[in-house]
């Protein structure tokens, strides 16, 4: 069997959460290739460590396992999980970004991925660049924070199983034991369709549980807000809080490597009920609050220092403008002059250096004794000349 029919076995035999159009488009294009193989390889993940970042790239339909070799890119789930927990083992990574383009995959292997995210220590960003439709919103939805590009869209919320009675135009017989009769559904079987139909929407029901773990809203919220399995634009999204903001992987990344953008420390704006997550949440609100006092503190010590500043410049200016005043008046007592300085004042020093000559006389100022015998100082500066 070639990987391509070994892709399309899967899709219809597997619960899948995917987006019903794209789903329609990758069947097309891996019969093609099933009829005439392709042998280019494309990665489904990718992976990248620089300046304190891990940026993972998860591009196309995500399958348990990475398949290589087809037309279009399967994403492995253990990849994915890999990646995440090398770098949230790695000292030199401080930050995971998930770069995500996918309109889901297989039910097998996705809840693996979301309890990846959430119980990850250190804080996880995804980008959605394009689109994270039903398996990419079970996986990452548990983010600490999610930013998408303007017109990217998310959504389609629910489960979806297709089933084949065909292969290469010939029919396919299927023979069960006795005792296990559920284990083949015929299709003309009404119970069959009632079965099938009540495992998917048991396997929705998971689904919904996620997503009111990452969103914090109910389901009937949740139902409404994405149309009853529809997508949506991350716009929209962004004003009813299911996102965090708009913004491109660059911004994000750089924001990040840099630590001085705005998107590196806006605390999260969904409310995320997952207790790990709230955990998170909790560390990221502290920190920001102990970052709040400290720059409060900084601030209060930024005007103690510039107050502190002023002083020692007036002072500086008062010291120098009083040994002027002592050289004009001739005034060589240092004792008088400390005395003056240690005012700090130009006024307060001047007078102290005017009442030394009243009472000394003055080699740059002259006494003069008048008829009510008070000394009279000849100066000529003004005494309130500051």
Not at 184 to 213: G, H, N, P
Not at 231 to 237: H, K, R
Not at 332 to 361: M, P, Q, W, Y
């Amino acid at each position: 069997m070639t990987i391509a029919s070994r892709a399309l076995a899967t899709i219809y035999n597997e619960p899948m959460v995917i987006d019903m159009g794209t789903l329609s488009q990758y069947v097309s294009m891996l019969t093609e290739e099933a009829k005439a193989p392709i042998n280019d390889v494309q990665d489904g993940v990718k992976y990248v460590k620089q300046y304190g970042v891990a940026s993972i790239f998860i591009d196309g339909v995500m399958n348990k396992k990475a398949e290589k070799g087809l037309c279009i890119s399967i994403a492995g789930y253990d990849e994915i999980i890999a990646h995440i927990e090398d770098a949230d083992n790695d000292d030199t990574i401080d930050d995971i970004v998930l770069v995500v383009d996918t309109p889901g995959g297989t039910v097998a292997g996705v809840e693996n991925v979301a309890v990846a995210v959430e119980n990850a220590k250190k804080p996880i960003t995804v980008v959605v660049d394009n689109m994270m439709c039903s398996g990419g919103m079970w996986a990452f939805a548990g983010a600490d924070r999610i930013y998408a590009t303007n017109t990217s869209v998310l959504g389609s919320i629910g489960v979806i199983v297709s089933y084949t009675t065909e292969e290469d135009g010939k029919k396919q017989y299927h023979l069960v034991s006795k005792n296990a009769p559920n284990k083949r559904c015929d299709l003309a079987d009404s119970s069959c369709i009632d079965r099938v139909q009540e495992q998917i929407d048991t396997l929705e029901d998971k689904f919904y549980e996620r997503m009111v773990k990452a969103f914090g809203k109910t389901r009937e919220e949740i139902k409404a807000d994405f149309k009853d399995g529809a997508v949506e634009y991350a716009d929209v999204l962004l004003e009813k809080g299911y996102i965090d903001g708009i913004a491109t992987y660059q911004e994000v990344y750089r924001s990040l490597a840099t630590k001085t953008d705005t998107l590196a420390t806006m605390p999260p704006q969904r409310k995320i009920v997952n207790s790990t997550t709230e955990s998170k949440m909790a560390l990221d609100e502290k920190a920001i609050e102990d970052l709040q006092k400290t720059v409060a503190q900084l601030q209060a010590r930024q005007d103690e220092l510039q107050a502190e500043n002023e002083q020692l410049t007036a002072q500086a200016e008062a010291q120098s403008f009083i040994f002027g005043m002592a050289s004009q008046y001739g005034i060589t007592d240092k004792k008088v002059i400390d005395e003056a300085v240690k005012t700090g004042s130009k006024v307060e020093g001047e007078n102290v250096l005017l009442r030394h000559i009243a009472s000394n006389g003055s080699v740059g100022g002259g006494v003069d004794e008048d008829s009510d015998g008070d000394a009279d100082v000849e100066a000529s500066f003004n005494l309130n000349n500051i």
